[in-house]
């Protein structure tokens, strides 16, 4: 079982390390579900099979020393070595418990993410470390991401990471601004929604450290969700070659701007940095298969601890 076992964990080793030198498109999810079908398989083993044999090797010691009875030395020694797991197992079966719950939690509850890049600016920086509540809209089955429980409705306003459509393998991070069924309109800059155009309050001009330029700012608000955006007013308002995606039929392209019909059971979601931002106005519809859950806390920033909060 050893050399099983070394070539199992060495299989790990070699999709671990031909996906941190670009050689592959890992799926972490794939990789933590695997990995706990075989510890949990080496679990099992081990309490049903090689845990009796260490047992029964150590209660055969103990009677032989009853038999010849004289005290042998580093006798205790001699029945922990045999109790004790071989290095196969420890790195299997001993692993196990630890493993099954970063699965449980990362697959049901709360999920770590790491901001890349400054779409969403100025609501997430580059950098932040955010957690994302996977059972807000329902639970789904790990891997496969069929939804097995109901859950909360998507809302205008929730900043939300899903797989993006064009590569389920990359994860993004947007802000909800059109739901199934709406008419989202973003034409000379500003956002209208089934016709509405959403308020928008003037607030100081916002500086990009990752940019180092001063960009115009302003509080939006969504049905009731407020949060903030910066626009360049020097960036142009027409969506420089949006891409064929699915529904493309659904949207308007003109010098000023966009406006898409957002089909069934799809959203449409924008970055707050919304003159730097590929979103769907380039890329298209979210599908609700695709959104992993609801980002709500920022719980460090080592460059700026002041980003530390709540994700409004």
């Not at 030198?21 to 081990?46: C, K, M, P, R, S």
Request: one cysteine or more; charged letters at 20%; aromatic letters at 14%.
């Amino acid at each position: 079982m050893r050399w099983i076992t070394a070539l199992i964990l060495a299989g790990f080793v070699g999709y671990g390390a031909a996906w941190y030198w670009g050689q592959i498109d890992g799926n972490f999810e794939l990789l933590l579900f695997v990995a706990t079908v075989v510890t949990a398989v080496y679990w099992v083993a081990d309490r049903l099979v090689f845990l009796p044999q260490r047992r029964a090797a150590a209660t055969a010691l103990d009677a032989q020393q009853q038999q010849q009875g004289v005290a042998v030395p580093d006798a205790e020694a001699a029945r922990n070595a045999l109790l004790a797991q071989p290095w196969w197992l420890d790195w299997t079966a001993g692993l196990f418990p630890v493993i099954l719950v970063v699965f449980l939690l990362r697959s049901f509850v709360f999920e770590p993410f790491k901001i890349p890049s400054g779409s969403m600016i100025p609501t997430l920086h580059i950098g932040d470390l955010i957690l994302v509540n996977k059972f807000t809209y329902g639970l789904k089955l790990p891997v496969i991401f069929d939804r097995i429980t109901q859950g909360n409705p998507v809302r205008r306003g929730d900043v939300i990471v899903f797989r993006y459509p064009l590569n389920p393998k990359i994860d993004y991070i947007k802000r909800v601004v059109g739901l199934p069924g709406d008419t989202v309109a973003y034409l000379n800059k500003r956002l209208t929604i089934n016709g509405h155009e959403i308020p928008e309050t003037p607030l100081p001009e916002f500086f990009d450290d990752s940019t180092a330029q001063y960009f115009e700012q302003f509080r939006e608000d969504l049905d009731g969700h407020e949060h903030r955006i910066i626009l360049n007013p020097r960036a142009p308002t027409m969506i420089d070659q949006p891409g064929d995606f699915k529904y493309r039929d659904q949207c308007v392209y003109s010098i000023e701007g966009v406006t898409c019909k957002v089909p069934p059971g799809h959203y449409f979601a924008m970055g707050d940095n919304r003159d730097n931002s590929e979103d769907s106005r380039y890329w298209g519809f979210v599908p609700q298969r695709n959104i992993v859950g609801k980002a709500f806390f920022i719980w460090m920033n080592f460059s700026d601890l002041s980003q530390i909060g709540k994700i409004h």
